[in-house]
């Protein structure tokens, strides 16, 4: 057994955001390392709490070639991703830049998210499907929107639900459980507060991402890699190198170069999500092209199946129930998606550690080719 990386896992998995927002700090100020920021939320808490997303920039800062590393685009799925950085620091990777690499730490992308346990941000979008551009007409999800009712009901048990579930399962015999996933995951742009809703315009999370990549220069350098952490699909514990559409084949085969045959697509068929609107691959494409390489390293948790039901309870209790936001019903849904996305397990997070360093580790290596 390897005692480094079960002491790790015991260590930098954080209880709730603040935690982990403190640890993250800690960490920079007792090591005196990299260049610490944090720009502020204008969400807050559920005490009412300041919420940010902090950065810090490590190794040289005119460097061609930046390593970026992302936690908390998909809010509680945060856990993860801000583990990994941790790690990171903790393993003082920083200590192996050359003169012309860098890595940027973007910490709690969706503070929100992370502090409530919810996917999506302050506006109820999925951050994920909301980097489209929003000057040309958005998107058509003609699924979502006959089964937008049934997705999201007005009640959580009783008749109502009940045929909620009928009208599903009926859209899935008539079209195909393919046809079901698009239809639900990705993307849709009538239904506010509905499911996988990527927005009417720009999340104040989108704006802070366009702000740092502005104020470190990003979109000059010569080449950018992003790793943004995310849970929920896949095997328990397997960490899947997923690409996006909008890099294209030739995205997929400068990702696969560096990290092995591992890599996945939508455009194969080989990922475990389907192709989605609005990711933010979209955004680095628009302004890196063939300059960069992103990937969504994805460690899987329990069956998607057994992660909807939590997922429909919290965008009914914004939708409708309102008033049990602060009840035990609303804590209890918060819970469940919190155990859904970050399974609170030695063995998970071991698993977590081991195939984020093997990743940080290929993706440092890139950078000096």
Same mark, same amino acid.
């Given at each position: 057994?390897?005692?480094?990386?079960?002491?790790?896992a015991?260590?930098?998995f954080?209880?709730d /955001?603040?935690?982990?927002?403190?640890?993250?700090?800690?960490?920079? +100020?007792?090591?005196r390392? +990299?260049?610490?920021?944090?720009?502020?939320s204008?969400?807050?808490?559920?005490?009412?709490?300041?919420?940010?997303?902090?950065?810090a920039?490590?190794?040289?800062?005119?460097?061609?070639?930046?390593?970026?590393?992302?936690?908390?685009?998909? +809010?509680?799925?945060?856990?993860?991703?801000?583990?990994? !950085?941790?790690?990171?620091?903790?393993?003082?990777?920083?200590?192996?830049?050359?003169?012309?690499?860098?890595?940027?730490?973007?910490?709690?992308?969706?503070?929100?998210?992370f502090?409530?346990?919810?996917?999506?941000?302050?506006?109820?979008?999925?951050?994920?499907?909301?980097?489209?551009?929003?000057?040309?007409?958005?998107?058509?999800?003609?699924? /979502?929107? !006959?089964?937008?009712?049934?997705?999201?009901?007005?009640?959580?048990?009783?008749?109502?639900?009940?045929?909620?579930?009928?009208?599903?399962?009926?859209?899935?015999?008539?079209? +195909?459980?393919?046809? /079901?996933?698009?239809? #639900?995951?990705s993307g849709?742009?009538?239904?506010?507060?509905?499911?996988?809703?990527?927005?009417?315009?720009? =999340?104040?999370? #989108?704006?802070?991402?366009?702000?740092? =990549?502005?104020?470190?220069?990003?979109?000059?350098?010569?080449?950018?890699?992003?790793?943004?952490?995310h849970?929920?699909l896949?095997?328990?514990?397997?960490g899947?190198? !997923?690409?996006?559409q909008?890099?294209?084949?030739?995205?997929?085969? #400068?990702?696969?170069?560096?990290?092995?045959?591992?890599?996945?697509?939508?455009?194969?068929?080989?990922?475990?999500?389907?192709? @989605?609107?609005?990711?933010?691959?979209?955004?680095? !494409?628009?302004?890196?092209?063939?300059?960069?390489? /992103?990937?969504?390293?994805?460690f899987g948790?329990?069956?998607?199946e057994a992660?909807?039901?939590? @997922? #429909?309870?919290?965008?009914?209790?914004?939708?409708?129930?309102?008033?049990?936001?602060?009840?035990?019903?609303? &804590?209890?849904i918060?819970?469940?998606?919190?155990?859904? &996305?970050?399974p609170?397990? @030695?063995?998970?997070?071991?698993?977590?550690?081991w195939?984020?360093?093997?990743?940080?580790r290929?993706?440092l290596?890139?950078?000096?080719?």
């Amino acid at each position: 057994m390897n005692e480094d990386i079960i002491d790790a896992a015991k260590s930098h998995f954080a209880s709730d /955001y603040f935690e982990a927002r403190q640890k993250f700090r800690d960490y920079l +100020g007792e090591a005196r390392v +990299g260049e610490p920021a944090v720009y502020p939320s204008s969400a807050r808490g559920p005490r009412g709490e300041e919420l940010s997303t902090d950065v810090a920039w490590f190794g040289d800062p005119r460097a061609s070639n930046v390593g970026v590393m992302i936690s908390a685009t998909h +809010g509680v799925e945060g856990y993860c991703g801000s583990a990994a !950085q941790l790690d990171w620091l903790a393993a003082r990777g920083y200590e192996s830049l050359k003169s012309d690499e860098a890595v940027l730490l973007i910490h709690a992308l969706n503070p929100y998210g992370f502090a409530w346990d919810r996917r999506v941000t302050e506006e109820g979008c999925d951050l994920n499907r909301n980097f489209i551009d929003f000057r040309s007409p958005l998107p058509l999800n003609e699924g /979502y929107d !006959q089964l937008a009712d049934s997705i999201v009901p007005r009640d959580l048990d009783g008749p109502i639900v009940e045929a909620a579930d009928a009208a599903i399962e009926r859209f899935r015999a008539a079209h +195909g459980e393919a046809a /079901y996933r698009k239809a #639900r995951t990705s993307g849709q742009y009538r239904h506010p507060t509905g499911m996988f809703f990527g927005g009417l315009g720009p =999340t104040v999370a #989108r704006q802070t991402l366009e702000q740092i =990549t502005s104020d470190y220069s990003l979109g000059s350098r010569r080449f950018v890699m992003i790793v943004d952490y995310h849970t929920g699909l896949g095997p328990y514990g397997y960490g899947e190198l !997923q690409c996006e559409q909008p890099s294209g084949m030739s995205g997929y085969e #400068r990702a696969r170069d560096i990290f092995g045959p591992s890599v996945t697509s939508p455009e194969l068929g080989t990922s475990s999500a389907v192709a @989605l609107n609005g990711t933010q691959d979209d955004y680095w !494409q628009r302004i890196l092209g063939d300059r960069h390489v /992103y990937v969504c390293l994805e460690f899987g948790t329990y069956p998607p199946e057994a992660g909807r039901p939590g @997922l #429909r309870a919290d965008h009914w209790l914004y939708a409708y129930g309102q008033t049990e936001i602060q009840s035990d019903l609303g &804590f209890e849904i918060r819970r469940r998606v919190r155990q859904h &996305f970050f399974p609170d397990r @030695l063995d998970w997070k071991e698993m977590v550690l081991w195939r984020s360093r093997q990743v940080h580790r290929q993706m440092l290596d890139a950078l000096r080719l």
